[in-house]
């Protein structure tokens, strides 16, 4: 299977590539304020203690906060796309299984970064984990170009 190119993720970011579809990240919904994401908790989002790895939750933070501020880049005319450059996650309940819900809203959105807050919830609405994402915002090269 080839990977999908940024178009592709910009036209439908729900059609999960790479980490997010081996992770089991489903991105629900998406507009230029933010999306909406689910996570399936299984073992194999475990630390060796069976709570969710907080790995997990830095690695679906950055891609839910760079699929943000691309799609924001991407309807705003702007164009390009935005990679992550700072992480900062803090982890406030932990979890065995269940569903997890990511939502991405923005804190400031400029020409050259974007500042993304991710927050993660239960099925009961309770905070999981809150992650702060620095994204630098940077050109796509055209066909043909290094």
């Known amino acids: 299977m080839s990977e999908l190119n940024v178009e592709d ?10 980490f997010d579809a081996q992770i089991g990240q489903q991105i629900t919904a998406i507009d230029v304020d933010g999306l909406t994401a689910t996570l399936e908790v299984s073992a194999k989002h475990h630390q060796p203690f069976g709570i969710v790895h ?7 933070a950055e891609s839910a906060a760079s699929v943000s501020g691309a799609y924001w880049l991407h309807q705003t005319g702007i164009g ?20 997890i819900t990511i939502r991405t809203s923005p804190l400031h959105r400029g020409r050259r970064q974007q500042l993304w807050a991710v927050e993660f919830t239960d099925a009961d609405g309770r905070a999981l984990a ?13 066909n043909g170009g290094e």
Do not use: H, K, M, W
């Not at 993720?9 to 790479?18: D, K």
């Open 9 to 18: 993720i910009l036209n439908n970011p729900a059609a999960n590539a790479g």
């Open 54 to 60: 907080g790995g997990v939750y830095c690695a679906v």
């Open 80 to 99: 390009g796309t935005a990679v992550g450059v700072n992480n900062s996650t803090d982890f406030l309940r932990s979890v065995r299984s269940g569903t």
């Open 130 to 142: 809150r992650s702060q994402v620095r994204l630098q915002n940077i050109e796509l090269p055209t």
